[in-house]
Structures are given as structure tokens and as C-alpha cells.
């Protein structure tokens, strides 16, 4: 073999492991982005979220709207805004101009005063659309002839990192695209002039956009950057945000903007937000879909408002993680404690998590948590300092089957439900139940079985030693089985011994007749006693 041919040899292996190299790179780079030292969680595989099982990318999405919801939706880019292929930069080079007033200006080495721009082959008199690829400096752009005539434009691989918006290149443009580029910021801002109507700055590495949008602006593309929040943008409210696959965006950051119900987003089910330790509600790291967040927002409307007693507090308490954010949920906080009141709230948040009803005067808890579908959520229950009397009314509901914890410490409970808590302490290890400061109805079968069962609950019931009895100055756990289970003197306890007192003299009757008959046989006569005893009416007619 040639020398030629071993070193084309040689240069194919090396480019092949050069290849293989990048890619596998890449792979580490993001594998290792869960270990970044911000603790920012991985983001979900954009093929299982935006694609099909085979990998391949879904150009839209489809979503189904809540009525209820203020954050709408609709199916990925509009019409109106322009993109053209990638491959079209890769053979920029290679493919002849379509304009002839550009070919004098097109430079083979790409320098800054080069166009680095061509139109796109659908171009006409209404759309008059270019492309640019590999832009360095502005003036690649600027050096086209006839820019300010230019619909649409699309710049692909800009490897500034700053953006100036106000630039004159961009403000006679109704599509602006700025894709797959080195971009950290923008500067400045389009003129009160502006004709932009989609603005698309995808795929590059954003991480501040600060702008004053125009009145005619109603698209606006940040997906697939490095945003912790989305721009404060005042002047336009009818503007459609893409803010997909933005690793670092803030689920607090969004919240103000939610709240205003003044944006539109491309597919809130799939677009997700960041719940990270600066989360003040959370101490998480995980992706929610950010139509959850609208959720929050009816939290606070929807908590109860108890007339006469005073206001409940509605916050967000936890996340329940799935594994796919887009079945994330946030789950309520609800306290209603210290308002007095003797009857459950009518009506809880959706999705309410936890209820504090502590220090009331609630005597009846289960019909609620039967019937009430904004109960069937709950798997916390604080009810400590109340007037419950009974558990009983609890069998059967939604909550025993799933609770976490339930507080029912110094309440009025008479007696426990030994089996229905022994069924569903056994169907799931790691539930709680603190019932100290009770005071039961104390028996026999306190001390013999419901002691024995405490103690074997001991670590499903923590403060089982602080149950008391009420009819007894005593704690169940010190209840004596020899002192309990004896019962109280009475005339029946005295039966046994007349019984044996009558058959001891019943046995000394018959010995003595015995014994005077035997006498009387053997010697003739009746024994002292017996003979000095008067005669009865029997022995009369005997002697006749």
C-alpha cells in the first residue's frame, strides 16, 4: 500500500475517533449536568417530552386548554414567522447565489465587510426573505445591499455574544430570527417603529433579555437558552411565549407573569420551570410543567373564607414527583387553626395536601372526608386540641387508604378502633398517628389487649405513652391486669360459702342420727342428749 494511501488511511481513522470523541463529549457533558454546582436537576430527554419513541422531534404541540386556566396555549410558531433550513448554511459556500446583485459581494473567505446574507428561494414581492450564516460582526449583514428593503430574515450561527435590537438592519423586518448562535445577552431595543412581529432567539445561550418590545410584536421564541426568568416586557399584552427547554428557568420568576394572565405560552404541559433550593416553597431540584403554576394562583382564591370565624391560609406545600414532569403536581398547604370553629370548611383548594384544623372546636370529622371531593387529596391532617370523640367515622374514606400523618392529640376520643388501625398501619409502612392527651374508657381489655397492641404500635404511634384513662388517674401503658381485672365485692361472692356451710352441718345432722340410731340398736336406750330432747308428734304415734 502507498504512502497516499496510508496517510488517507490514517486521516479517516483519526477523523472517525475525533467523531466519535465529540459525541461521546457531549454525552458526558450532559450526564454530568445533575452534578453542576448550582444542584440544578437534569432536564428531561427532549425526545420523550417533544418527540416519539424513535427520537424524532415533533414540529408541534398540541395541547387541550383548561377553561379555568389564565395561561393559554397554542400549537408551536405562527405562520407569520420565518425560518429556513439548516442545511441551507452548511452548503452556503457551495450553492450559488440567487441574487446577482449579491455575487459581487460575496467574499469566498466570509471577512467582516463581506454579505454574508443570500435570499431565500421562495422570496417575492410580498415576502422578501433572506438568510445569513456564521455572522462575526453586523456589518457582515449591514454590507448586503438593499437590507432595508428585507420582510424577513433569519441569521443562523451569530457568534457574538452581544445583540444590539436597535440596530437599523432590524427595524423594517416583520420576522427576526437569530438561531443556534453564541448569544448571552441583548442590548438596546427595537425603535417605537418596529414592524417586528416574531422574534425568534432560540438555541443560543441567553441568559439576560432585557427589551422594550413593540406594539407589534405577538411572537417571541426563547427556547432552548439559559434563562432564570423571561423579560419584563410592559408594552405589549398579547405577546405568545416559547420558553421551552430553558434548564435554569425559575418556577418564582414565572409566577408574576402568570399571575397577570397577559401571556400566552406554546405548550404549557411541556414547558418547565425549575424548583431549586432559592424556591422558598421548596427544598427540591425537580421540573414542573408551568401549567401547574396556575394552580397556585386559585390556591389563594379558593381558600376558605369562614364567616364569622375569620380567613384560612392557602399556600403551596409539595411537589409529588413522578418521574415525567409533565405529571408533576403541586399540592396545597391549608391551615385553618385557632378560628374557632365546630364544623370541617365546606370547601378546600384544589389538590390541598395537608389541612390544619388544630386548637377548634370540631367534635365531627368524617363526613367530609366521605363525601367532599376536595378532601380526597389530603393525606395530612393536623386536628390536635379539638373535640373529636370518635375515629369510627373515618373507616371507609379515601384518607385512611393513603394518609401520611394524622395529629389527633387532646381530643375526646373514648375508645379506639384497634382493628380498622391495624389494617391500615399494616397496608403502608411509614404512617403516623399521634393520639397523647386522650382519655379513654379503661377496662380489663385496656390492660390485657389495647396495652399489648400499644406497645406493638409503638413506632406508629410515637407518644402512645401520653394516652391516658378517664376513668382511672392512670396511663393505659400503666394499667395493672391483676388490679384492673378484678371486679367489686357483692352478695354473690358469699353464695359459695353458704352453699358450703349448709353442706358441712347437712354432714353433721346425718353423723349424729346415725350415731343415736346406732346406740339405741346396741344398747337399748337413747344417747343423754337425744333422750332429753321433747317429744314430736311422730314419736307419739310411733309408741301407739
Same mark, same amino acid.
Given at each position: 500500500m502507498s504512502a497516499k494511501h496510508n496517510g488517507s488511511l490514517l486521516l479517516l481513522v483519526l477523523l472517525v475517533y475525533g467523531v466519535a470523541t465529540a459525541v461521546s463529549g457531549r454525552g458526558q457533558e450532559e450526564e454530568n449536568f445533575g452534578g453542576h454546582q448550582e444542584h440544578l436537576a437534569v432536564l428531561p430527554n427532549p425526545n420523550v417530552i417533544y418527540g416519539n419513541a424513535n427520537g424524532n422531534n415533533l414540529q408541534t404541540t398540541t395541547e387541550t386548554a383548561n377553561p379555568n386556566s389564565t395561561i393559554n396555549h397554542m400549537e408551536s410558531t405562527p405562520d407569520f414567522c420565518f425560518t429556513m433550513e439548516e442545511n441551507m448554511c452548511l452548503n452556503f459556500f457551495n450553492s450559488n447565489p440567487n441574487n446577482n446583485n449579491t455575487n459581487h459581494h460575496h467574499l469566498g473567505h466570509g471577512g467582516v465587510n463581506a454579505c454574508m446574507c443570500r435570499q431565500y428561494s421562495n422570496s417575492n414581492a410580498t415576502h422578501n426573505n433572506w438568510?445569513?450564516?456564521?455572522?462575526?460582526?453586523?456589518?457582515?449583514?449591514?454590507?448586503?445591499?438593499?437590507?432595508?428593503?428585507?420582510?424577513?430574515?433569519?441569521?443562523?450561527?451569530?457568534?457574538?455574544?452581544?445583540?444590539?435590537?436597535?440596530?437599523?438592519?432590524?427595524?423594517?423586518?416583520?420576522?427576526?430570527?437569530?438561531?443556534?448562535?453564541?448569544?448571552?445577552?441583548?442590548?438596546?431595543?427595537?425603535?417605537?417603529?418596529?414592524?417586528?412581529?416574531?422574534?425568534?432567539?432560540?438555541?443560543?445561550?441567553?441568559?439576560?433579555?432585557?427589551?422594550?418590545t413593540s406594539v407589534m410584536l405577538k411572537f417571541l421564541n426563547l427556547s432552548n437558552n439559559n434563562l432564570t426568568e423571561i423579560p419584563k416586557i410592559t408594552q405589549n399584552h398579547n405577546i405568545t411565549l416559547d420558553i421551552r427547554m430553558n434548564k435554569r428557568m425559575l418556577c418564582?420568576?414565572?409566577?408574576?407573569?402568570?399571575?397577570?394572565?397577559?401571556?400566552?405560552?406554546?405548550?404549557p404541559n411541556s414547558t418547565y420551570c425549575l424548583l431549586d433550593s432559592a424556591f422558598?416553597?421548596?427544598?427540591?431540584?425537580?421540573?414542573?410543567?408551568?401549567?401547574?403554576?396556575?394552580?397556585?394562583?386559585?390556591?389563594?382564591?379558593?381558600?376558605?373564607?369562614?364567616?364569622?370565624?375569620?380567613?384560612?391560609?392557602?399556600?403551596?406545600?409539595?411537589?409529588?414527583?413522578?418521574g415525567d414532569p409533565s405529571k408533576n403536581k403541586i399540592f396545597c398547604r391549608v391551615d385553618c387553626s385557632n378560628l374557632g370553629l365546630t364544623e370541617l370548611p365546606p370547601k378546600l383548594p384544589e389538590n390541598t395536601f395537608q389541612l390544619n384544623i388544630t386548637n377548634n372546636n370540631i367534635s365531627v370529622i368524617g363526613d367530609h372526608f366521605h363525601n367532599n371531593p376536595t378532601y380526597q387529596s389530603i393525606v395530612k391532617l393536623f386536628a390536635d386540641n379539638n373535640r373529636?370523640?370518635?375515629?369510627?367515622?373515618?373507616?371507609?374514606?379515601?384518607?385512611?387508604?393513603?394518609?401520611? @400523618? !394524622?395529629?389527633?392529640?387532646? *381530643?375526646?376520643? %373514648?375508645? +379506639?378502633?384497634?382493628? &380498622? #388501625?391495624?389494617?391500615?398501619? /399494616?397496608?403502608?409502612?411509614?404512617?403516623?398517628?399521634?393520639?397523647?392527651?386522650? @382519655? !379513654?374508657m379503661c377496662d380489663? *381489655?385496656?390492660? %390485657?389487649? +389495647?396495652?399489648?397492641? &400499644? #406497645?406493638?404500635?409503638?413506632? /406508629?404511634?410515637?407518644?402512645?405513652?401520653?394516652?391516658?384513662?378517664?376513668?382511672?388517674?392512670?396511663?393505659?401503658?400503666?394499667?395493672?391486669?391483676?388490679?384492673?381485672?378484678?371486679?367489686?365485692h357483692d352478695w354473690t361472692d358469699?353464695?359459695?360459702?353458704?352453699?358450703?356451710?349448709?353442706?358441712?352441718?347437712?354432714?353433721?345432722?346425718?353423723?349424729?342420727?346415725s350415731y343415736d340410731y346406732w346406740v339405741f340398736k346396741t344398747a337399748g336406750y337413747l344417747p343423754w342428749p337425744a333422750s332429753k330432747m321433747p317429744k314430736l308428734p311422730c314419736d307419739w304415734l310411733c309408741e301407739s
Open positions: 438568510y445569513c450564516c456564521n455572522i462575526t460582526q453586523l456589518t457582515m449583514i449591514s454590507s448586503c445591499p438593499n437590507y432595508s428593503n428585507w420582510t424577513n430574515l433569519h441569521i443562523y450561527n451569530m457568534t457574538m455574544t452581544e445583540i444590539d435590537l436597535s440596530s437599523p438592519i432590524f427595524q423594517t423586518l416583520q420576522s427576526l430570527a437569530i438561531t443556534h448562535g453564541n448569544i448571552t445577552s441583548t442590548v438596546k431595543t427595537f425603535s417605537r417603529m418596529s414592524k417586528v412581529k416574531c422574534l425568534n432567539l432560540s438555541n443560543n445561550n441567553l441568559s439576560n433579555v432585557t427589551m422594550k418564582n420568576n414565572l409566577m408574576a407573569t402568570i399571575f397577570r394572565g397577559s401571556f400566552k405560552f406554546v405548550a422558598n416553597w421548596f427544598n427540591s431540584t425537580d421540573y414542573i410543567a408551568i401549567s401547574q403554576l396556575d394552580i397556585i394562583r386559585r390556591f389563594y382564591t379558593d381558600c376558605p373564607v369562614i364567616q364569622g370565624k375569620g380567613n384560612c391560609t392557602c399556600d403551596p406545600e409539595h411537589m409529588l414527583s413522578a373529636i370523640e370518635s375515629m369510627h367515622d373515618l373507616e371507609g374514606t379515601q384518607f385512611m387508604d393513603h394518609f401520611q @400523618k !394524622l395529629y389527633l392529640r387532646n *381530643n375526646h376520643l %373514648k375508645r +379506639l378502633p384497634e382493628y &380498622l #388501625l391495624t389494617n391500615v398501619l /399494616d397496608s403502608n409502612v411509614g404512617r403516623v398517628i399521634f393520639l397523647g392527651g386522650n @382519655k !379513654l380489663c *381489655n385496656s390492660a %390485657k389487649v +389495647l396495652k399489648l397492641w &400499644l #406497645l406493638k404500635r409503638s413506632r /406508629d404511634i410515637p407518644d402512645y405513652n401520653e394516652i391516658m384513662c378517664r376513668n382511672m388517674p392512670q396511663r393505659i401503658m400503666e394499667l395493672q391486669e391483676l388490679k384492673v381485672c378484678q371486679s367489686p358469699y353464695v359459695y360459702y353458704l352453699i358450703a356451710t349448709e353442706v358441712i352441718l347437712l354432714i353433721a345432722l346425718i353423723t349424729k342420727v
